[in-house]
């Protein structure tokens, strides 16, 4: 992240804190409350990147680059109906669409940095959003592409 001086400062703090908390409950057995301090650091670096990528470019403009889709769900209504296309399928419990054949690279040595990819957080969340070396990313993806026979390519 190219964060400010001071940005930078509070975001190491509040870091050192939680990885700090985080690994005394690991040293002490208590894995529910080290996932919660590891939350905790994603919620973090989403925090201070959220600021970076929505601060105005250099030429004034103000372009968002990732966001947080949610969806809303009636319980009342029927399920959707997902059929299988391009090697999907749904995760067990519904929720997901997943691919049957592209995966996550997990060698962040590979990913191009100061471009935008898919990039999986440490708590297992992913967003797209530009790598500069943080050790927060696990993993990364290339974003996907349309089929050279779409219409709308």
């Given amino acids: 992240m190219n964060l400010s ?5 509070a975001y190491n703090k509040e870091y050192l804190v939680a990885k700090n908390l985080r690994d005394e409950a690991l040293y002490l057995g208590d894995q529910t409350k080290a996932e919660k301090h590891w939350q905790t650091i994603g919620a973090l670096y989403l925090k201070y990147a959220a600021r970076e ?13 990732f966001g947080w889709v949610s969806e809303v769900v009636d319980n009342n209504s029927a399920p959707i109906e997902f059929v ?22 997990e060698s962040m040595a590979d990913c191009p940095l100061g ?3 898919q990039l999986l957080g440490a708590g297992g969340v992913a967003v797209y959003a530009h790598y500069h070396g943080d050790p927060f990313w696990e993993a990364w993806a290339p974003l996907p592409k349309r089929l050279p026979t779409s219409s709308r390519r």
């Fill in 84 to 105: 299988p296309t391009n090697g999907a399928h749904l995760n067990t419990n519904r929720s997901v669409a997943v691919a049957d054949n592209y995966y996550w690279n």
């Fill in 53 to 65: 990528l929505l601060a105005p470019a250099e030429n004034g403009d103000q372009e968002l680059e």
């Fill in 115 to 117: 471009v935008k990819v």
């Fill in 5 to 9: 001086p001071e940005d930078e400062a």
